[in-house]
């Protein structure tokens, strides 16, 4: 049976030039539908001036602005709600020649506004780790322009927030090294022109990183730390998951290195990380260790740890639809192909949906 569907002789994708590069049309049209939308919200319940999610007034920047806004005030598809999804071709067939792009994927996955949602940030963040550390040099320009104005959006959010910034200088200093190392006749392989600016971009971040001032507290503001009872600050270590941050918390008051050598906050940050069956074997490893006295679950974390790493935590992952096959977020959702032949609450979610974590994000990906 013949396959029926676009083949070599279809005209292709429509492609506008602007000022950072050559994009899609489609995508472009994606994007400026979910620029709008912000647009038309806060017009309607501000002061009648545009302005976009980061509360700039636009209306001087651009005199199109004003037109474009009026045109797409009642046009539905601007009001719609905002999905950032991104097919993906898992493998190659007769028919298809699939080939996905990291850079259209950032955008289609709204990775730079992404960054500013806090659910969102860590996991942003780890993704940005990995391609610095191992895919740099790989990164077509595209995806290269996406990267350093994700990573200059990092710098900015932790600026304003004042929070995140041992995140911010790791992602700093690992680009330190990732060009140091990878340098060629004293600068990275590609684009002359496209490296300048990207040393330019890396000026303006290291400036942002540079002015981060962590203010004191007001003597007078109420409450502090030290006000709150006992049983309050044990419930705040008991829900920190990294250790690490446990350790700084003891460093920085007294009560909360008193609170650390519970045996209940080692033990539950153990049961978070690990399974019953690796909390079982390292207990059996450790029980000579332990023969006559308490279990010390500090030293069984510890021990956990060295054997079989971290558990990674993301407030907000994205997930795979394996019926459509399309990237998204899991609060946003997708319009999944399946919703249009069955009923909702026929689908089976915790099967269909796949978590994805920044690793096995990487591998669709020809890097």
């Known amino acids: ?43 309607n319940a501000g002061d009648g001036h545009l302005s976009d999610n980061r509360g700039d007034d636009i209306s001087d920047t651009n005199d199109n602005y004003a037109d474009a806004f009026e045109s797409l005030k009642d046009d539905p598809l601007a009001n719609e709600c ?14 298809i020649a699939g080939f996905n792009g990291l850079g259209e994927a950032f955008k289609r996955l709204d990775f730079p506004n992404a960054v500013r949602d806090v659910r969102r940030f860590n996991y942003i963040c780890k993704l940005l780790h990995l391609i610095i550390t191992q895919n740099l040099t790989t990164l077509s320009g595209c995806a290269q322009k996406v990267l350093f104005a994700m990573l200059e959006e990092v710098a900015s959010q932790v600026s304003t927030n004042k929070t995140n910034i041992h995140i911010l200088q ?24 496209l490296w300048q600016k990207h040393r330019r971009t890396i000026s303006r971040i290291n400036s942002i990183a540079s002015c ?27 829900r920190l998951t ?24 080692w033990r539950e940050l153990c049961k978070f990380h690990f399974s019953r069956e690796q909390l079982q074997h390292v207990k059996e490893s450790m029980r000579d260790e332990f023969k ?62 796949v978590p994805i974590p920044p690793q096995a994000f990487l591998k669709f990906f020809s890097l």
């Open 1 to 43: 049976m013949p396959f029926i569907g676009r083949d070599w002789r279809s005209p292709g994708e429509e492609w506008v030039k602007t000022d950072k590069g050559w994009e899609k049309k489609k995508l472009l049209e994606k994007l400026a539908r979910k620029r709008f939308g912000v647009l038309v919200d806060n017009f």
């Open 292 to 353: 006559g006295r308490p279990i010390d679950w500090q030293q069984v974390f510890h021990k956990l740890r060295r054997s079989y790493g971290l558990k990674e935590d993301y407030a907000e992952i994205l997930q795979l639809c394996r019926h459509c096959r399309c990237l998204f977020w899991k609060s946003f959702g997708h319009p999944c192909i399946s919703q249009e032949s069955e009923r909702e609450d026929e689908i089976d979610k915790s099967t269909l949906y």
């Open 82 to 95: 905002f999905q950032p999804y991104c097919p993906i071709t898992l493998k190659c067939t007769r028919e």
């Open 242 to 265: 990294d250790h690490k941050d446990l350790q700084s918390s003891g460093q920085a008051y007294g009560v909360m290195q008193h609170l650390l050598g519970e045996q209940r906050i």
């Open 170 to 193: 790791r992602l700093l200093n690992d680009l330190q090294k990732t060009l140091f190392t990878y340098c060629c006749w004293g600068r990275p392989l590609g684009s002359t022109v």
């Open 212 to 238: 981060i001032e962590i203010k004191k507290p007001d003597d007078h503001s109420y409450p502090k730390l030290q006000n709150l009872p006992e049983e309050c600050i044990r419930e705040i270590l008991l």
